[in-house]
C-alpha cells in the first residue's frame, strides 16, 4: 500500500460522482459487545476437561442481557417508540437503562422498596428515571404497566422472542471463534437465556448439543417445573441469588427443556458464592451469585457433568454485588440447608 497519497475520507464520503453517498447513512450497531471466549486453565483443572469461558459478565451494564435487551430496544426505536419502561430493578433493568442512554431515549425503570440502593443508584448512572413503588415485584410491575402508552415499549426481563434473539448471539459468536464444545453450562433465572441459547445452538446446528441449566435452592423454578411436568409457580424467592429469582420460568422455557437436551441441576447459595471467590481470585473478576451458580457445576464438572469431555461456561455477568458483597455472604450463610 502506498502512503504518499493518502485517501481522504471526506472525499468518500462525499463523492460527487456518487450523490447517494451525500445522504446520511444510519449504520447499526448493536449495543452488545463480541466478549472474550476464554480457555480457563483453572477451571479446566478443577474439571479435570477443558473449560471454555464465554466472559459476557464484561458486556456494557454487566451481564449478557444487553444482548436481548438492547435487540428488543433497537427494534422497538425502529418502529417509532419514543420510551422505554421496565420493572426490574436488577440487571435487566440496568441494560434498558444503557441501551435508551445509546439510543437517546428515555427511560423509566419502576422498582418495590426492597431494590438496593446500590441497584437504584447504577440504574440512575445510565440516565434512567427510577420509580420506587410496592412492597413487591408485582405492585411495582403494575404501576409501570398503568403507565404505558402508544409512544412506549415495555421491556420484559426474560420472556419474550425479541430477546431470545438477542441472546442467540452469545452462541454465534462463540461457533465463529471455532470453539469445539459438547454441553453448555449456564444459569437459569426465567429463563431467557436458556432460550436465547438454545436458539443460537439451534441456528447453529447443534441443536442435539447438552444445556446444563443451574439454579439455585430458592429460586428452582424450572427444576420444580420439570419435576411436576407442568409450570409451578414456587410460593416465595428465598435464595439470596436475586438475578435468578423468577416464581416462575417462561412457558417457552419451559417447553424447550422437554423438548431438547436439558439438564437441570439445582446448588445451594453457599456453593454459589464460594464459585464467585474462587472465580474472581481465578480470573480477576467480580459475578453475581447467580452466575457463581453456573460456576458451581463447571468447578465441580467431575461430579455434575460426566460424559461431557468440553464444557462452555456463559459467565453471565451480574453487576449487583462486589467482593466485600461476597465475602459477606460466604461468612453468614449457613453450610447445610
Ligand atoms: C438475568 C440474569 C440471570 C438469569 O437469566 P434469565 O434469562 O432470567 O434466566 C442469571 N444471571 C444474571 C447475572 C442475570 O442478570
Given at each position: 500500500m502506498s502512503v504518499d497519497k493518502p485517501v481522504s475520507i471526506a472525499s468518500i464520503v462525499l463523492d460527487p460522482l456518487c450523490p447517494s453517498s451525500l445522504k446520511r447513512r444510519k449504520v447499526s450497531m448493536p449495543l452488545h459487545i463480541n466478549t472474550p471466549l476464554l480457555e480457563s486453565r483453572a477451571l479446566s483443572l478443577?474439571?479435570?476437561?477443558?473449560?471454555?469461558?464465554?466472559?459476557?459478565?464484561?458486556?456494557?451494564?454487566?451481564?449478557?442481557?444487553?444482548?436481548?435487551?438492547?435487540?428488543?430496544?433497537?427494534?422497538?426505536?425502529?418502529?417509532?417508540k419514543r420510551r422505554f419502561i421496565s420493572s426490574s430493578g436488577g440487571n435487566a433493568g440496568l441494560a434498558v437503562a444503557y441501551a435508551g442512554r445509546?439510543?437517546?431515549?428515555?427511560?423509566?425503570?419502576?422498582?418495590?422498596?426492597?431494590?438496593?440502593?446500590?441497584?437504584?443508584?447504577?440504574?440512575?448512572?445510565?440516565?434512567?428515571?427510577?420509580?420506587?413503588?410496592?412492597?413487591?415485584?408485582?405492585?411495582?410491575?403494575e404501576l409501570a404497566l398503568q403507565a404505558m402508552g402508544e409512544d412506549a415499549a415495555f421491556i420484559?426481563?426474560?420472556?419474550?422472542?425479541?430477546?431470545?434473539?438477542?441472546?442467540?448471539?452469545?452462541?454465534?459468536?462463540?461457533?465463529?471463534?471455532?470453539?469445539v464444545f459438547d454441553a453448555v453450562i449456564l444459569s437459569v433465572g426465567g429463563g431467557g437465556l436458556l432460550c436465547g441459547v438454545a436458539e443460537g445452538l439451534a441456528r447453529n446446528g447443534l441443536g442435539d448439543v447438552p444445556i446444563i441449566a443451574v439454579e439455585t435452592h430458592g429460586a428452582a423454578s424450572l427444576s420444580a417445573a420439570l419435576d411436576a411436568g407442568e409450570l409451578v409457580q414456587l410460593p416465595a424467592i428465598t435464595s439470596i441469588a436475586t438475578s435468578l429469582g423468577a416464581r416462575k420460568v417462561s412457558d417457552h422455557a419451559f417447553r424447550i427443556s422437554q423438548n431438547r437436551p436439558v439438564e437441570s441441576v439445582v446448588v445451594d447459595d453457599r456453593a454459589a458464592v464460594g464459585a464467585s471467590l474462587r472465580f474472581a481470585d481465578d480470573h480477576r473478576v467480580v459475578v453475581e451469585p447467580a452466575c457463581g451458580a453456573a460456576l458451581t457445576v463447571a468447578y465441580s464438572a467431575p461430579i455434575y457433568g460426566p460424559g461431557y469431555e468440553r464444557l462452555l461456561v456463559i459467565v453471565c455477568g451480574g453487576a449487583t454485588t462486589s467482593i466485600d458483597k461476597l465475602k459477606d455472604l460466604a461468612a453468614t450463610l449457613p453450610h447445610h440447608r
Open positions: 478443577a474439571a479435570e476437561r477443558p473449560v471454555l469461558l464465554k466472559m459476557d459478565a464484561l458486556q456494557p451494564a454487566g451481564s449478557f442481557k444487553i444482548r436481548g435487551v438492547g435487540a428488543a430496544c433497537e427494534h422497538h426505536v425502529a418502529r417509532g445509546k439510543l437517546s431515549v428515555p427511560v423509566t425503570v419502576y422498582v418495590p422498596e426492597t431494590t438496593t440502593e446500590q441497584a437504584k443508584a447504577l440504574i440512575r448512572l445510565e440516565g434512567a428515571e427510577v420509580v420506587v413503588h410496592g412492597a413487591s415485584w408485582q405492585e411495582a410491575n420484559h426481563p426474560f420472556d419474550d422472542p425479541l430477546l431470545w434473539q438477542g441472546h442467540a448471539t452469545v452462541i454465534d459468536e462463540v461457533v465463529q471463534a471455532g470453539a
